[in-house]
C-alpha cells in the first residue's frame, strides 16, 4: 500500500509486545515509518504504555496472511 | 438500492460480533465510521497544541515534564485514530498537514484559550473526562475490531491525565487564596462547555446512525451524565462550586442549557438562554484559538518536505 509522508517512501510494522512471560506476544498496534531504526524508535515512543517485557516490530510486507475475517473463507 | 452485504452486516451486529474489514461494510456504515474516527483523531490532536501554549506556564520543570508526557500520550492517540482511517484509504498527510484549520472537527471547548497551569489540570480534570467517557463508551461497545483494541492503550492513558488533572485541582483548592479563585474561575468558564460538548440533547436529536451501527453505545444525554456524575462530586469534594446538583439517579444543571458564551471574556450568561442553532452556528464559526493551534503543527510542513 502507498503512503505518502514527509518521506518519499515509508513502510508499515506491525508492532508485537506483552506484559509478562507467561502471556503470548499480541499485537499493541502499527507504526510507518521510512527505515526501521526509525520504525523502532517510533515504537518505543508511541507504545509506551506498559513495562512491556518483549515488544517487537515485523514489516507489514513480510506477514502472509492465510486467511482473515471478511475475506472469502 | 440496499448494498449487497448490508444483510450481512446487520446480522453480524446483530450478534454483538466485531466488523474487521471493509469487504464486511457498506458504504453507509464506512462514511459514518470514518466520521467518528475523525472527530476522535482531530480531538486527540488538537489537545496537543491547546495543552502545549499552556503547559509552557507551568510551575516547575517537574510539572511541565508531566504535561509534556500527556501531550505525547495524546499525539500517539491521534495517531492511532489516523492510522486506521490511512487503512480506510484516506491519506493521514493531507488530513493533518492540508487541511483548513476550519475543516477539523474536535469539541468547541479547545478553540477557546487555555492560558495558565490551572486551566490545563482543569482540562485535564473536564475535557479528559469527557474524553474518557467517549472513548470508554467506543471501547465498550463498539463494532470496529480495530479501533476497539487500539483504545486499549488509549483508555490506560487518559485515566493517567485523569489523575493529574484531579491531584493538581485538589492541590490548588487546598492552597486557597488567590490560587484557589483561580481554580474556581476556570471551572466556572470550563464546566458547561464541557456539558455541552456532549453534543444535542437526545429529545432534539431523532435518530442516531452511529447507535444503529454500535459506533457509540450511549446516548449523548447518558454519556453527559455520566460525566456529570463524577466530575460534579469530585468537584463538590475538594470545595469547588459547579453549577449542576444530584436530584433522584440523575444530575440536574443549574443554568439554562444552552445559553450564551463570550469567548473572549470567557463568560457564560446564565440569564440569556439561547436556541442550538445559535450554539451550532457558533460551533461552525469556531473560536478564538482554532487557526493557531492547526498552524502549530501544519507550519513546518512545507518547509521540511522531502520530494522524491
Given at each position: 500500500m502507498g503512503y505518502t509522508r514527509v518521506h518519499a517512501e515509508v513502510h508499515e510494522y506491525d508492532v508485537f509486545a506483552r506484559k509478562t512471560r507467561v502471556e503470548p506476544l499480541h499485537q499493541v498496534g502499527s507504526v510507518v515509518a521510512p527505515d526501521d531504526?526509525?520504525?523502532?524508535?517510533?515504537?518505543?515512543?508511541?507504545?509506551?504504555?506498559?513495562?512491556?517485557?518483549?515488544?517487537?516490530?515485523?514489516?507489514?510486507?513480510a506477514i502472509i496472511s492465510l486467511w482473515a475475517p471478511g475475506g472469502d473463507s | 438500492m440496499e448494498p449487497a452485504n448490508s444483510g450481512a452486516l446487520e446480522a453480524l451486529l446483530k450478534r454483538g460480533e466485531l466488523v474487521e474489514s471493509t469487504s464486511e461494510m457498506t458504504p453507509d456504515y464506512l462514511r459514518e465510521l470514518k466520521h467518528t474516527l475523525l472527530f476522535s483523531g482531530d480531538t486527540e490532536l488538537i489537545s496537543a497544541p491547546a495543552y502545549y501554549l499552556a503547559a509552557r506556564k507551568a510551575p516547575?520543570?517537574?510539572?511541565?515534564?508531566?504535561?509534556?508526557?500527556?501531550?505525547?500520550?495524546?499525539?500517539?492517540?491521534?495517531?492511532?485514530?489516523?492510522?486506521i482511517l490511512e487503512e480506510l484509504g484516506e491519506s493521514q498527510e493531507d488530513l493533518i498537514f492540508k487541511r483548513d484549520p476550519k475543516a477539523f472537527r474536535y469539541p468547541y471547548a479547545f478553540d477557546v484559550p487555555l492560558e495558565s497551569w490551572t486551566e490545563l489540570v482543569v482540562a485535564n480534570a473536564m475535557y479528559d473526562q469527557a474524553g474518557f467517557c467517549l472513548l470508554g463508551d467506543i471501547h465498550?461497545?463498539?463494532?470496529?475490531?480495530?479501533?476497539?483494541?487500539?483504545?486499549v492503550k488509549v483508555m490506560a492513558e487518559e485515566n493517567f491525565h485523569l489523575r493529574n488533572g484531579r491531584n493538581w485541582s485538589k492541590r490548588i483548592s487546598q492552597a486557597?487564596?488567590?490560587?484557589?479563585?483561580?481554580?474556581?474561575?476556570?471551572?466556572?468558564?470550563?464546566?458547561?462547555?464541557?456539558?455541552?460538548?456532549?453534543?444535542?440533547?437526545?429529545?432534539?436529536?431523532?435518530?442516531?446512525?452511529?447507535?444503529?451501527y454500535r459506533l457509540k453505545g450511549l446516548t449523548n444525554d447518558q454519556l453527559r451524565q455520566q460525566w456529570l456524575s463524577t466530575v460534579v462530586p469530585f468537584m463538590e469534594s475538594i470545595g469547588i462550586a459547579v453549577p449542576a446538583h444530584q436530584e433522584g439517579d440523575g444530575y440536574v444543571l443549574d443554568y439554562p442549557f444552552p445559553c450564551t458564551f463570550d469567548a473572549d471574556e470567557k463568560r457564560w450568561d446564565f440569564k440569556d438562554p439561547c436556541s442550538w442553532d445559535a450554539v451550532l452556528k457558533r460551533w461552525r464559526e469556531r473560536g478564538p484559538r482554532n487557526a493557531e493551534m492547526v498552524a502549530l503543527f501544519q507550519e513546518s510542513f512545507a518547509k521540511f518536505q522531502v520530494r522524491a
Open positions: 531504526d526509525l520504525a523502532m524508535a517510533y515504537a518505543r515512543a508511541t507504545y509506551d504504555e506498559e513495562r512491556w517485557v518483549e515488544m517487537m516490530i515485523v514489516p507489514k510486507a | 516547575s520543570v517537574n510539572a511541565f515534564m508531566t504535561g509534556i508526557a500527556i501531550i505525547q500520550d495524546e499525539l500517539a492517540h491521534a495517531h492511532i485514530a489516523y492510522h465498550e461497545h463498539g463494532s470496529y475490531g480495530p479501533w476497539k483494541r487500539g483504545l486557597g487564596g488567590e490560587a484557589r479563585e483561580e481554580l474556581q474561575r476556570a471551572v466556572d468558564w470550563m464546566f458547561p462547555l464541557t456539558v455541552e460538548w456532549f453534543g444535542l440533547p437526545d429529545n432534539l436529536k431523532q435518530h442516531s446512525t452511529q447507535l444503529d
